[in-house]
T-cell receptor
Framework: GNSVTQMEGPVTLSEEAFLTINCTYT??????LFWYVQYPGEGLQLLLK?????DKGSNKGFEATYRKETTSFHLEKGSVQVSDSAVYFC??????????FGTGTSLTVIP | DTGVSQDPRHKITKRGQNVTFRCDPI?????LYWYRQTLGQGPEFLTY????????KSRLLSDRFSAERPKGSFSTLEIQRTEQGDSAMYLC?????????????FGEGSWLTVV
């Protein structure tokens, strides 16, 4: 079946620290992979995506590489800011119509 | 703002009452999705439409839930005889088509609290 497993949070980092949030998946076919971010009281916003193996998605200093051999799509940022505090969701879109989301990882960045 | 719009943003209702949520997708998007999100969890798929046709429904969508998209534009999600377990955020999303790598765009959600 299709599923996403995310690193459990919450994660607390100091400003300018390095961030990694792990995401692994199981899927049929060749899925596309996504990271969405949710700020308090808001809906989900697309952060980045990758559509095939070895693709790297990037946006706002965040990056994630689609690794088929390890079925992973880990999110990284070299230097986090207080404004990055949010919940991050990894998601996959198999060759169908339904997105599958992980449970989310809460990030708090302290000054 | 031409994003996905949801109404109401917050609804508190008594157990047993009916509630209805409305979603206006991005205008050129022909696919519309409903998801449910409970605290500490990721969104769970409920149903989606292509134009006015409801093409897929999750087993989460019990017979107390009904969704419509009568003219292929806005959609409504109705919950009848609400239960406390229905308390969640109901997210609507839309996309222009489904093909590998296509993004879905979420609204800000409608919070439901059943008391």
């Amino acid at each position: 079946g299709n599923s996403v497993t995310q690193m459990e949070g919450p994660v607390t980092l100091s400003e300018e620290a390095f961030l990694t949030i792990n995401c692994t998946y199981t899927a049929t076919g060749y899925p596309s992979l996504f990271w969405y971010v949710q700020y308090p009281g808001e809906g989900l916003q697309l952060l980045l995506k990758a559509t095939k193996a070895d693709d790297k998605g990037s946006n706002k200093g965040f990056e994630a590489t689609y690794r088929k051999e390890t079925t992973s799509f880990h999110l990284e940022k070299g230097s986090v800011q207080v404004s990055d505090s949010a919940v991050y969701f990894c998601a996959l879109l198999p060759t169908g119509n339904q997105f599958y989301f992980g449970t989310g990882t809460s990030l708090t960045v302290i000054p | 703002d031409t994003g996905v719009s949801q109404d109401p943003r917050h609804k508190i209702t008594k157990r047993g009452q009916n509630v209805t949520f409305r979603c206006d997708p991005i205008s050129e998007h022909n696919r519309l999705y409903w998801y449910r999100q409970t605290l500490g969890q990721g969104p769970e798929f409920l149903t989606y439409f292509q134009n006015e046709a409801q093409l897929e429904k999750s087993r989460l969508l019990s017979d107390r839930f009904s969704a419509e998209r009568p003219k292929g534009s806005f959609s409504t999600l109705e919950i009848q005889r609400t239960e406390q377990g229905d308390s969640a955020m109901y997210l609507c999303a839309s996309s222009p088509r489904t093909s590998p790598g296509n993004t879905i765009y979420f609204g800000e959600g409608s919070w439901l609290t059943v008391v």
